[in-house]
């Protein structure tokens, strides 16, 4: 068993297995993209569940594996340079699985480089603006008097679904095949079901993503790797 004892976040979330991959997460759009690649590559790993509470993500234990106080994180025992190696944002997580396992990331240069620009298209843009249009529409800016930073945000997620509305014509996947950018891209499409935003966006207006929503989670991988690990 490899000694992972270098790491705190170990005593607060103790590994059955210590030789496979350590997943720290929740289910959110954010979350499953770890659970989700795991599952569609194959890799072992062990799920722990880390709640969005402060007593979890904002403990001394998981902050010294991520001090930005987000899900997801990992620790590989099994890295790149012959000595585990823990990680946190989930697009790096991404790239980093991807690569370990030579797949979901194209099979030459420029077909790696499409999938990085439409991840980066996600953390970048996507992911913040339906994560602040959530805010403003769903939760505490919501009762704000003030709507326009409301209106902003819903004008912003009509164009960001626009331009991979657009992008989907005729294709099944954003980026040649299926990659890590879809397993980036669509659990924040789904994310505005949960947001209760989907008619103030237009969302059945937007076809190739109704579609491409519906491919992406008729996936068994996805189905497993959107409730790993449980909520409960």
Do not use: C
Request: proline share 7%; no cysteine; net charge negative.
């Amino acid at each position: 068993m490899t000694d992972l004892s270098a790491f705190p976040i170990t005593k607060k979330w103790p590994p059955q297995n210590s030789d496979v991959i350590q997943l720290y997460s929740f289910p959110t759009p954010n979350g499953v993209k770890a659970s989700i690649a795991l599952e569609e590559m194959g890799l072992p790993y062990e799920a722990h569940r880390v709640t969005l509470s402060d007593a979890d993500v904002k403990s001394p234990e998981f902050l010294s594996l991520n001090p930005n106080n987000k899900i997801p994180a990992i620790i590989d025992p099994d890295g790149p340079d012959g000595a585990p190696i823990g990680l946190f944002e989930s697009g790096a997580i991404l790239i980093y699985l991807a690569e370990k396992s030579g797949k979901l990331m194209g099979t030459n240069a420029t077909e790696k480089a499409h999938v990085i620009q439409w991840l980066m298209f996600q953390m970048g843009g996507l992911g913040p603006m339906l994560g602040q249009l959530g805010f403003f529409y769903k939760f505490a800016g919501s009762q704000w008097e003030d709507k326009r930073p409301q209106q902003r945000y819903i004008d912003e997620a009509k164009r960001l679904l626009a331009v991979l509305n657009l992008e989907l014509a005729g294709k099944d996947w954003v980026a040649g095949d299926y990659s890590i950018a879809d397993i980036a891209i669509v659990p924040w499409l789904r994310g505005l079901d949960f947001y209760g935003a989907k008619e103030a966006v237009g969302w059945d207006d937007h076809n190739n993503l109704v579609d491409y929503v519906q491919r992406f989670e008729a996936r068994p991988a996805v189905q497993k790797g959107l409730v790993t690990p449980s909520r409960d």
